[in-house]
Structures are given as C-alpha cells and as structure tokens.
C-alpha cells in the first residue's frame, strides 16, 4: 500500500490549529489552581445576583421617587462608607486571616439582601429603608474588595498565573454583568424588584460554601507590632511616593467620579430619553456588559503584564468618548452600540489597573494598597454619584455624561504624558520580578546579536 504523505499546507493548518489549542489552554491557567476553581465557580453564581439587585435597586428607587438626585443620593449612601472605612478596613485585611474576613462579608451582604427582599416584597420599602440598606451595603464592601484582592494570590499558588486569575475574574464579572441586568429587567417586567433581592440573598450561598471548601495553606502571619494607625500611615507613604501606584489611582479617582456615576443615570436614558421600561434599562447594562466581556477575554489571552501601562489612558479615553457620544444619542440601537465601548474601556482601565497594582504591591502592605485602590473605585463613586444626579438634576441626564464623559478623555491624556516616567519608576520592580532582563544584560544581548 502507498504510504500516506502530508502536504505542506496540510502540517501548516495541523500546527496552527495545535497552536491556537495552546493559547486557549494557555489563556485559562488559572484556573489549574483548585481553590480560584472554587472561587470562580460560587462567585459566577453571586454575582449574578449581585447585578440583579444593582438594578433592581436603581429602578425601585426611580419608581418610587421619579428624582434623578435621590437615584444619586442612594448610590451616595451606598459607597460613601467605603471611601471612610477602606483605609481601616485594609489594616484588618492585613491583621486577619482573609478567607474568614470574606466568608463574614459575604454572609453579611446575604442578610442584607434577604431583607430588602422582605421588605419590598411585603410593600413596606421606603426610600428611608433603602439608603439605610444602601449604606450597610457599603460598609461590607469597604472589607470585602480589599480582601477579594489580596486573597488572589492565596488562592493562586503561583504568582505569575495571577494576572490571568485577575482577567478571568474580570470575565467573570462582565458574564455576570451580561446576564444579571437582562435577568433583572424581566424579572421586574413581569413581577417585582423583590424577587431580585431574593434572588441575590439565596446566590450568596454558593460563594460562602466555595470558601470554606477551599484548601488554603496557613501562611506564617507576622503579629504586628504597631498600631494600626501605624500600619495606615505605612500604606499611605507606599501608595503616595510610589509614581507609578500614585499617579494608576489619580487616573482611577477621577474615572470613578466623572464617569462611573454613569449607571446611576440609566434609568433616566431608558425611561425619559429612549421612552423604554425596565426591560430597555436591562438590555443598556447588557450591552455595557457585552463590551466590558469582550475587554475581559481579550485581557485572558495575555501571556505578560508587559506593555499594560499604555492601556490605561487608551481605555480611559475609549470610556470617555462612548459616553460623550451616549449624552447625544436618541435611538435605542445607537445608544446600545455606544455602551458597547463604554464597557470596554470601563473594564479594560480597571482590570489593567488592578493587574499592574496587584504585580507591583509587596506582600505584606497587600491589602492596604487594595484598600486604597478600593476606596479610589467604591470611595469616589458617591460623591460623583451625588454630582451625576445633582447635575442631570439641573441640565439634564444626557448634557451630564457628555461632561464627565469630556473629563475621562482629559484625564487620559494627562496619564498618557506620564507614562515615560511611569515605565522608570516600574522596571526595577519588573526586573526583581523577572518579568524585564536588567539593563546591563539586555545591553549584553543587543551586542551579541
């Protein structure tokens, strides 16, 4: 019998195909780690009810009140104790043992949403009732972001796997972000916000359980021997003279006060602007979320953290200019198609964000510089919270995200003039990391070759 011969064209397709099955792999490493494996299977299922109750809770509000400066002041009341209490909050996270710090969060942020899903389901919610809740809500998060973050590199053993864990964390929100708003906007067309809170209170089980099911190594905790004043003040001397984590959180600041604030005025753009209901407020978050998950995957497939800085002012001004153009779209498909890059570059500055942080940070100040990182996201968005409905309040929800949305682009380029010496301040830290060759030897091999 003839013997079967290969074709060039035939092994080149063959390779490929084995190469693209590589990257794929390769994309996914984290998920090797048994204990983010838990993780991302509970927190899938919580967060899901955690964007349910996001907008069921915007749309409650705007039902009951009809005022786009009390949808601010809820968000208000719901991230102000975070921007408090984060700095106290990552002394603790540093102190404790992080695993118990979130099943606390998580069991704590269960019983709030179970009783906003008593109270509204039995009609006695108030807007008093929901800023209360709404502030509980933010004191929990002032602990779990910070424990969240720096929890990752206990439940991903090996440290050059954790930029792919914090991408595929970020896909994991955005999927989450897809489907919960959708979920959320026929829930509440066909019955009401409280079963979104229901709902949202029983999918904190699955988070809870995959914590204590996790196999964490006891890591020798150093007893600290200051006060924790002392430890604040040592986080905040990191994270104020270190360019490079100074100048990410500046850029971080102000797109959570200028363009984050964006959300609490979607029910506005799909009430009054695009003449919708909560299904067309669904399906804006849906298509924010569909961008910011297009970001996640593609931030997935990144071997390295070379090359993340330049990302961050692109992303910011991607984020900028959707929202710019959002304030002056009128039909509903356009408006879906710029929410589109709004979610891109929201997810694409936050993820790199906390991707070059969470590499740059030591150890043992690991949960104090996520604090800070926290209370520059959760911290500043209240106060751009109140501004967005103070705002729209006075000249209109969409003349509103066409002004932060002009500030984002601003605060883009000013990062971008700083990148040369941003990427000074990061190679020492690079090269002790191994990610960068020192100097002298990439010199070395430039001779060489």
Excluded at 59 to 86: C, E
Excluded at 143 to 148: A, L, T, V
Excluded at 291 to 315: E, N, Q, T, W
Aim: glycine content about 8%.
């Amino acid at each position: 019998m003839p013997s079967e011969s290969k074709t060039p064209q035939t092994t080149d397709r063959t390779e490929s195909a084995q190469a693209s099955a590589r990257d794929f792999s390769h994309a996914w490493r984290a998920l090797r780690h048994r204990n983010f494996r838990l993780f991302f299977g509970g927190q899938t299922i919580s967060l899901v009810g955690t964007w349910m109750t996001r907008i069921a809770t915007a749309w409650l509000v705007y039902r009951l009140t009809k005022s786009a400066l009390l949808l601010g002041t809820v968000s208000f009341a719901g991230q102000i104790p975070t921007f408090i209490f984060a700095p106290i909050a990552g002394v603790i996270v540093d102190r404790n043992d992080r695993r118990r710090v979130l099943v606390w969060t998580q069991t704590l942020a269960m019983v709030q949403s179970l009783l906003l899903a008593w109270l509204t389901l039995s009609h006695r919610i108030n807007i008093t009732e929901i800023l209360v809740l709404s502030a509980f809500q933010g004191l929990i998060n002032a602990f779990d972001m910070p424990g969240r973050q720096a929890f990752m590199v206990q439940m991903v053993e090996d440290r050059k796997d954790l930029s792919n864990a914090i991408a595929i964390n970020s896909s994991m929100v955005n999927v989450a972000r897809l489907v919960g708003p959708s979920l959320a906007g026929l829930v509440i067309a066909v019955s009401s916000e409280g079963w979104c809170f229901l709902v949202d209170g029983i999918s904190y089980i699955a988070v809870i359980v995959s914590l204590l099911m996790m196999h964490v190594p006891a890591t020798a905790m150093k007893r600290a021997v200051t006060s924790m004043f002392e430890q604040m003040r040592e986080g905040w001397t990191y994270v104020s003279s270190f360019m490079p984590v100074r100048t990410i959180l500046i850029l971080f600041a102000l797109i959570s006060l200028m363009g984050m604030p964006y959300m609490v005025l979607m029910p506005i753009f799909a009430a009054s602007v695009l003449h919708g209901g909560p299904h067309t407020l669904g399906f804006l978050m849906g298509a924010a979320g569909a961008g910011a998950l297009v970001s996640a995957f593609s931030l997935v497939l990144r071997r390295s953290v070379r090359g993340l800085p330049k990302m961050i002012p692109a992303a910011a001004i991607i984020f900028g200019t959707g929202l710019f153009f959002f304030g002056l779209s009128r039909w509903l498909w356009l408006s879906l198609v710029l929410m589109l890059f709004v979610g891109f570059g929201m997810l694409q500055g936050m993820t790199v964000s906390n991707t070059i942080i969470q590499t740059l940070v030591p150890e043992d100040r690991r949960g104090r510089v996520m604090s800070y990182y926290t209370a520059a996201f959760m911290g500043m968005a209240p106060f751009g919270s109140l501004l967005a409905g103070s705002l729209a309040h006075w000249i209109g929800a969409p003349r509103t995200v066409m002004f932060t949305g002009s500030c984002c682009i601003a605060g883009g380029l000013w990062f971008w003039s700083r990148l040369p010496a941003i990427r000074r301040e990061m190679r020492p830290v690079y090269e002790q990391l191994g990610i960068l060759l020192p100097v002298p030897e990439v010199v070395e091999e430039q001779a060489a070759n």
